[in-house]
């Protein structure tokens, strides 16, 4: 794979992508036990946005727009959230095994979400909210003490960093476990499992909301720190004689990934390998700038997460594979390649 060079050639590649998502969402839409043809599928949307389109039954109209439209969405916004959270921690710690779940976040928000489910102490929190909220609760509990055991060693490095994530992510998912043996009956286990391995069957248009805010609030913040993640590729003390206030910027920076992370996980569990696998496969076709990476990852991201949650709800139809165990499939293999491409550009 070869980076494209220039203003053009970026502008070139981030509208092929915008188009792939735009083919892939509706292909999304139109495939699944229902067969529906593209061009039905698209007349029912355009019929809810008002553009036209013939009104249909009302089994195919639920189908589509309660049912496909918002779990596509939700894919594509939860695809693009967690590849730029994964970018960024890659580039914050100069760590290209790096992901959004660095320090813990997804162990954190599966002690919530499992916490409700199993112990009820969401109960008093309507049914809808109780899971997310308790997920993103247990996120940020995980980054809080996650920044206070660096802090322990003193000053914040992207090594203390790491290992703190380490210890927090493995007590986390100790009490997770924990709490499962204690408490799962019955078709309990089942959710827990299905939320912890990742799934969007659960999507709606308050998932599409929560992601959707969540991705538009907190990435203006992200881009405009492009040009200082840039700095930090070169070492924080080159960072620092650029004039960057590499401890207020590295905060900043965490801050808004784990709030990004938290609200994507929280609607739809704890999907691996997307923050993991896109940020490398995107820097290969971009570059390392991250003004042309950030944009580019987001919509890599969208478009992996919908064809992968598109495989895993029809390729053992009518059984649902959890999307994490898809991504993981894909990406394991895409990664592999992603390395082995740069080792070769190394040695060349």
């Known amino acids: 794979m070869t980076a494209v060079r220039g203003g053009r050639g970026t502008v070139l590649l981030l509208a092929a992508l915008a188009l792939a998502l735009a083919a892939s969402l509706v292909a999304a839409v139109s495939i ?36 496909r439209v918002p779990r596509a969405l939700t894919a594509a ?63 940020a509990f995980a980054l809080a003490a996650a920044l206070a055991i660096a802090r322990l060693s003193g000053a914040v490095t992207p090594t203390t960093l790491v290992l703190a994530g380490l210890a927090v992510s493995q007590f986390l998912a100790a009490a997770t476990s924990l709490v499962i043996v204690m408490a799962a009956k019955g078709d309990s286990f089942r959710e827990v499992l299905s939320w912890l391995l990742g799934s969007l069957a659960g999507s709606s248009w308050t998932t599409v909301a ?18 200082r993640l840039d700095a930090f590729a070169l070492g924080e ?51 390392g700038l991250h003004r042309h990476l950030l944009p580019a990852v987001a919509l890599g991201g969208a478009i992996f997460l919908v064809w992968a949650d598109t495989l895993a709800r029809t390729v053992l139809d009518p059984r649902e594979i959890p999307v994490g165990v898809v991504t993981a499939l894909l990406g394991v293999p895409v990664f592999v390649l992603v390395l082995r491409q740069a080792r070769r550009q190394s040695w060349s």
Do not use: C, E, K
Not at 210 to 227: E, K, S, W
């Open 210 to 227: 929560v992601a959707g805010i969540a991705l538009a609030g907190l990435y203006p913040v992200i881009r405009l720190h492009a040009t």
């Open 77 to 139: 916004l939860v695809g693009a959230g967690l590849a730029v959270a994964g970018a960024v921690m890659q580039g914050l710690t100069r760590n290209p095994l790096a992901d959004p779940y660095l320090l813990g976040l997804s162990s954190g928000a599966s002690l919530g979400a499992v916490a409700v489910i199993l112990l009820g102490l969401g109960a008093s929190v309507a049914a809808t909210a109780a899971v997310p909220l308790a997920a993103f609760a247990g996120a």
């Open 237 to 287: 003390s080159a960072a620092a004689a650029l004039g960057i206030h590499t401890r207020r910027t590295r905060l900043v920076l965490l801050g808004t990934v784990s709030l990004l992370t938290g609200a994507m996980v929280s609607t739809s569990g704890a999907i691996g390998f997307v923050g993991l696998v896109l940020p490398h496969l995107m820097r290969a076709l971009s570059g």
């Open 32 to 67: 699944g036990v229902a067969d529906l043809s593209p061009a039905g599928a698209w007349s029912v949307i355009a019929h809810h946005l008002g553009l036209g389109g013939a009104s249909a039954s009302a089994t195919t109209d639920a189908i589509v727009w309660h049912i």
